[in-house]
């Protein structure tokens, strides 16, 4: 016989065969290719052995031929259950379907295992049906997932079983069949094969594309995180600045106050003890005065502190009736004060908080009011504009407005472009602001263009498509 026979080289094939499918098992861990390499192993084990078989007749009935069956049986079962895991083992009917057509198989190596002679035709016919089970699940995966190469399994698997037959139909001679076979079962084992290394290509690829995107999310996460970083180191700048600036107007603006009360208190009290009441009569009103002061201090320090706790609410706000009702409030609180003209244009119903609101504009008209209440003819103009979901108001006056190096510095607390010319303390707009960021706007200051100043505050998503109303003009 001579060395490199057509079945030495075939087994040599399907040899190489098994040993590729264990190397993707131990790389990949693909589900099947251990079955797959065993399978394959004994066949290339059957075909390395099969020129020395002797034929007997029909039927399978010497133990070296009943070795023989079992062991390539053996390599089609473990080849088609390798093909079945692989796939992924059915449920229902169709498991049920595919174990059936393993039991004949099972059956006869079983009767060749104790002896039992069997029909070459019977043992190849019960061999050859494992293939079609798994050939209609790989044919049922193919319309279950599309776009992953079973539908060509399917049909692989569907020649392998029809092939001996197809073969004797087209006049090959029997023991010539074994040739054709293993060139099939070769070219079987390759799509086999291929079709894994694809499916695991596909896999990587879409791992590299999930770590792909884990990695893009995590430096936008990254860059999110440093620039809320930024901004909170900003915040905290922002707040030790502020407390400082409370601290200087805290010890500045109370200091003086309570000096002049002890000191007014020390003067009446000597009078008193001189027997002149006159002294307490003239010093008791303006202790007083100074306590109410004070008393207004604290107050607007501590609506400062709540403003920067609070929890804004969304809903509709109908601003003319806000900027009415805060005009009439700071009116009031200015008893004997000229009262200034206020002219609105439409004031559209905007989504914000009602009560942040109102305290932003009875700060912004208690500002104008005060400025601009030395001037013969004192006016204030409230100007409402939509941007589209965005809503911008600005507060003008024809007041003493303020230099353009003062504007940056307006909204700080106790900062007093005008020193003590004006009474106050300096915390009506540090209030104004931290209200409209507390609604998620900014606010800035501009002289306005015909002399005095101008107050803007935007706030972001606050648009509400209604009617809007036409605010009620103040004369004086």
Known sequence: MPLLTVTVVEAIAIGVLALLFWTVWLRAREPGTPLLGAGFALAALWYFSSDSLPYTGPFIDVPVLRASSI??????????????????????????????????????????????????????????????GAALLALRRAFERPGQNHLGLGVALLIMAALPFLLQAAGVPSEQLKYFAGIGLAAFGMIVLTISLLH????????????????????EANVLLESRVVERTSHLHELITGLEAVNRGVSH???????????????????????????????LPAIAEQCDASVRMVCSMLDLA??????????????????????????????????????????????????LLRTVFVNLLGNATKFSGQTQVPRIDVVVDVEGADVQVCVSDNGVGFSADAAEHLFEPFYRAHGAAFDGHGLGLSIVRRAIEAMGGRVWAAVAPEGGAQLCFRLTGAAQSATPELAVAHAA
């Open 306 to 355: 709540r403003l920067g706790e609070a929890t804004p609410r969304r809903e509709p706000v109908q601003l003319g009736r806000i900027v009415r009702s805060a005009f009439e409030e700071v009116i009031l609180s200015r008893p004997g004060a000229q009262r200034p003209t206020l002219r609105c244009g439409e004031l559209p119903t905007v989504q914000a908080d009602p009560d």
């Open 253 to 283: 603006d109370l200091r003086g106050p309570l000096g002049g009360m002890s000191q007014l208190a020390r003067l009446a009290a000597d009078a008193l003890s001189r027997g002149d009441p006159s002294m307490a009569h003239r010093a």
């Open 200 to 219: 695991r290509q596909r896999e990587l690829g879409r791992e590299v594309a999930c770590r792909t995107a884990a990695e893009t999310r995590l430096r």
């Open 71 to 132: 062991v390539i049986g053996s390599a089609v079962v473990l080849v088609t259950v390798g093909v079945v895991q692989y796939l992924g083992f059915p449920r229902g009917w169709l498991r049920a379907f595919v174990v059936a057509l393993w039991l004949p198989s099972a059956v006869l190596i079983a009767a060749l295992a104790v002896g039992q002679p069997v029909r070459h035709e019977v043992f190849h016919v019960g061999v050859l049906l494992s293939y079609v």
